[in-house]
């Protein structure tokens, strides 16, 4: 199946380099799949929290649901460099870094 090209640009791991939201731990991961799922991983010290969900892309949004926890969540997106990722979540950006 061939992707889209933008969800083809998010597919990878992404490491968290910058976030204005502060309940975001500074050690995190984020995994996007091309089967649509996507993982985060958040390092709290002496174990892994890690998060699952499914995700789909609508223009520079990117839409996703938890299955533990059904409610679906909007993220706008765009990539400052090829490898420099932005997401804003309800105003609070995040900057990642790919892998």
Known sequence: MKLDPVVEDLIGQWRLVRTEDPTLDKDVTVDFAANGQLTYTIDIGEKLQ??????????????????????????????????????????????????
């Open 50 to 99: 890690i998060i699952k969900l499914t995700f789909r892309v609508d223009g520079n949004r990117i839409i996703t649901d938890q299955s533990s926890q059904p409610r679906i969540e909007e993220t706008r997106f765009w990539f400052e460099a090829p490898a420099r990722l932005v997401l804003d979540h309800c105003g609070k950006k995040t900057w990642l870094e790919r892998k």
